[in-house]
């Protein structure tokens, strides 16, 4: 099942890396301007559901890169009888369950810009949320980029690697006197 | 009860009240309110104590701390602790309240929670045992007998300067001071 999956990416879309490490994971690379394209591909094929998006930040490279998980509750669920007929336990087939898609992609980092995938899946409205505040990307077509976690604002958002944390302790919450050395 | 306690009670029975009914705020952060279910329920049962969970901050005098406090959760435990009615008593429990613990350089947790309400005891470790609730606890009332429990006077008194420690971590507060007594204000 997954190698049909992965023939059929390789048909559709140019210019992308598929591996497959482990049977139920399909990790793809892929350029920026065709993700969207690649998640509504999945969701007609019946991968429902995006479990979360990732980024990291890969500051020698300077870029980031955007992970979008993608499973599936429906279509490539088990059929009963995969599950019963096998008594050793549940076929490598079935096992498959649809599996988890990584599909990977890296943005500048110095002008971090990226498109919202809210028209292809709802839910990564508050996945983009949480990125832009702690990384600082910015997704175009978003309704609300506001903050959602920090309280505080930061000159350079907390998540990226060139953010030093110990610095900004020092600077900040070491700042705060103790009440009774106030005082004095 | 201790019969022992009969000249006690006479004496000053605010003051034994107070101590046998501990009722504590039902307030979880961090992952040490992980340790209070089993210290509340059958296992370990605070009631034996007095200790008793309660669901809002009017019906409680012990507020009880219970791990690492980010920013955000320093602006409810201030609002929290302010609604208490005195007597009341603060406990941080684990080691992230006293100085950070292991989030002593992370961009978002106050290190030392005693420089934005005061404290009247610690109870280090990483996780402390639910049994460190009740040498607490016992250790409070033995604080409360000697009259050294005194931290909401403290509050009371310095409000001015604990008050502009809690507007240098979070910005401009949107409620009204509490007192107009403290250091800070003249």
């Not at chain 1, 505040?133 to 903050?147: A, I, N, S, Y």
């Not at chain 2, 961009?107 to 309400?117: A, P, R, W």
Request: charged letters at 30%; aromatic letters at 14%.
């Amino acid at each position: 099942m997954i190698s049909a999956l992965k023939n059929d990416l390789e048909s559709i879309f140019k210019d992308i890396q598929i591996s497959a490490p482990e049977d139920d994971r399909l990790i793809i690379n892929a350029q920026k301007d065709a993700v969207l394209t690649i998640l509504k591909f999945f969701k007609d094929k019946g991968y429902d559901h995006l479990a979360m998006i990732s980024c990291t930040d890969w500051i020698e490279e300077d870029e980031f890169e955007l992970i979008y998980i993608v499973g599936s509750y429906s279509v490539y669920a088990p059929a009963a009888e995969d599950i019963t007929s096998d008594k050793s336990g549940v076929s490598k087939e079935a096992a498959f369950n649809g599996g988890n898609i990584l599909l990977k992609t890296r943005i500048s980092r110095k002008d971090p810009r990226f498109i919202t995938a809210i028209p292809v899946f709802e839910n990564s409205e508050p996945y983009e949320r949480e990125i832009h505040e702690l990384f600082g990307v910015d997704f175009k077509g978003h309704p609300r980029l506001t903050p959602l976690f920090l309280e505080r604002e930061y000159k350079i958002p907390p998540f990226r690697k060139d953010f030093d944390t110990r610095r900004y302790v020092k600077d900040f919450f070491d700042q705060i006197p103790f009440v009774e050395n106030k005082e004095k | 009860m201790d019969r022992n306690d009969i000249k006690k009670w006479f004496k000053s029975p605010d003051k034994m009240g107070d101590k046998y009914s501990l009722w504590a705020i039902y307030f979880c952060t961090g992952c040490g309110i992980i340790e209070i279910p089993p210290v509340i329920t059958a296992r370990w049962d605070a009631e034996r104590f007095g200790v008793i969970p309660v669901a809002t901050p009017r019906q409680s005098n012990l507020f009880l701390i219970t791990g690492y406090v980010s920013v955000k959760t320093l602006r409810a435990i201030i609002r929290t602790y302010e609604q208490m009615p005195e007597p009341k008593y603060t406990v941080g429990f684990g080691s992230c309240p006293i100085n950070g613990g292991m989030y002593w350089d992370s961009y978002n947790t106050i290190k030392h929670l005693d420089k934005y309400i005061p404290i009247d005891g610690w109870i280090a470790g990483c996780m402390p045992r639910p049994e460190a609730i009740f040498v607490a606890v016992t250790h409070l009332w033995t604080l409360i007998d000697q009259g050294k429990a005194k931290a909401y006077v403290k509050y009371r008194e310095k409000y001015g300067l604990y008050r502009k420690n809690q507007e240098m971590a979070l910005g401009k507060l949107d409620w009204p001071p509490l007192y107009t007594t403290g250091g800070g204000n003249d």
